[in-house]
C-alpha cells in the first residue's frame, strides 16, 4: 500500500495536481511509519518537500527534508543522502541561494558517482530542468565542482 501511494503520488506530481500528490504522499508516509519503513517515509517526505517548495512553503519543505536526510544518515543509506541533497539544492536554488545550491547539487552526483549508482533516466531529467535555471548564475559552476569532492561529512556541516 506504501509503494502504491507513493506511485500515486508521482503520477499525480507529473500531472500537475499538487495536493493529490501530497494527500497520496502523506497516505503513504503513514503506512511506511506504522511497518517502521524509515527509508519509504523518507522518500516520501522528499517527494512532499519538492512539491511544497514548489508551493512556495519553503519551512515545511526544510523540515520535511531534515527529517528525511535524518534517516537516510542513519541507515547508511549513501543513495538517499544524494536524493535528499538534490532537494536542499532544489529548496536553496529557489530561495535564492545558488551558491549554496550548486555546492549541494554537486555533492549530490558526486555521492552517486563514489557508489556508481547514477540517477535513472527520468529523474536525471528532473534535476537537470531543476538545475538549469541556477546553472546560468555566476558562481554556481564553481560552487558545483567544489561540491563534487566534499566528503558527505562537510556537506551535513554545511546544512547545520
Excluded: N
Excluded at 500531472?15 to 517515509?41: H, K, N, P
Excluded at 549541494?104 to 563514489?114: D, H, P
Excluded at 531529467?125 to 567544489?146: I, K, L, N, Q
Amino acid at each position: 500500500i506504501a509503494e502504491s501511494l507513493y506511485g500515486l503520488g508521482l503520477v499525480h506530481a507529473a500531472l500537475g495536481d499538487v495536493e493529490a500528490a501530497l494527500r497520496s504522499f502523506r497516505g503513504s508516509i503513514e503506512v511506511a511509519r506504522d511497518m517502521g519503513d524509515r527509508g519509504r517515509t523518507a522518500l516520501c517526505l522528499i517527494g512532499c518537500a519538492y512539491l511544497e517548495v514548489e508551493a512556495g512553503r519553503h519551512q515545511t519543505a526544510r523540515d520535511q527534508m531534515v527529517e528525511a536526510i535524518k534517516a537516510m544518515e542513519e541507515l547508511g543509506d549513501r543513495w538517499g543522502i544524494a536524493r535528499c541533497l538534490d532537494g536542499f539544492a532544489y529548496l536553496h536554488s529557489k530561495a535564492g541561494d545558488i551558491e549554496k545550491a550548486g555546492f549541494l547539487w554537486g555533492a549530490a552526483t558526486g555521492i552517486r558517482q563514489q557508489i556508481a549508482s547514477p540517477l535513472p533516466p527520468s529523474e536525471e531529467a528532473m534535476v537537470s530542468a531543476r538545475m538549469a535555471e541556477a546553472r546560468e548564475t555566476v558562481g554556481f559552476d564553481a560552487a558545483y565542482e567544489s561540491g563534487l569532492s566534499a566528503s558527505v561529512e562537510e556537506v551535513l556541516k554545511v546544512l547545520a
